[in-house]
Nanobody, 120 residues
């Protein structure tokens, strides 16, 4: 099994920055990629960015390119999301996910989410 624990959320003023962290534990060798989704109030969950653990290849949803940056520490099975120039519209719950691949099946694992609130 794989478990994910997010941290780094909180309250930030418009224009500010936050860095989210997501640490994986358990059978981390089975993880191909990790990343972040977010869910705004009353909206569906949407992709922010993903990154492969082995090669560190990032993939961004277009609306986040240039403002958000994803990185990873493969030795720690941890991914980070650096969020800059935050706006009130970025207020959401941010969820970490892992793409797990085993001999039997491929599946996603989700963290519990971390709240990011952008407000003055």
């Amino acid at each position: 099994q794989v478990q994910l624990v997010e941290s780094g959320g909180g309250l930030v003023q418009p224009g500010g920055s936050l860095r989210l962290s997501c640490a994986a534990s358990g059978r981390t060798y089975s993880i191909d990629a990790m990343g972040w989704y977010r869910q705004l109030p009353g909206k569906q969950r949407e992709l922010v960015a993903t990154i492969t653990l082995t090669h560190g290849t990032p993939n961004y949803a277009r609306s986040f390119e240039g403002r958000f940056s994803i990185s990873r520490d493969s030795a720690k099975s941890t991914v980070y999301l650096q969020m800059n120039k935050l706006q009130t519209e970025d207020t959401a719950v941010y969820y970490c996910h892992a793409e797990v691949s085993t001999d039997d099946r491929d599946y996603l694992v989700w963290g519990r989410g971390t709240q990011v609130t952008v407000s003055s």
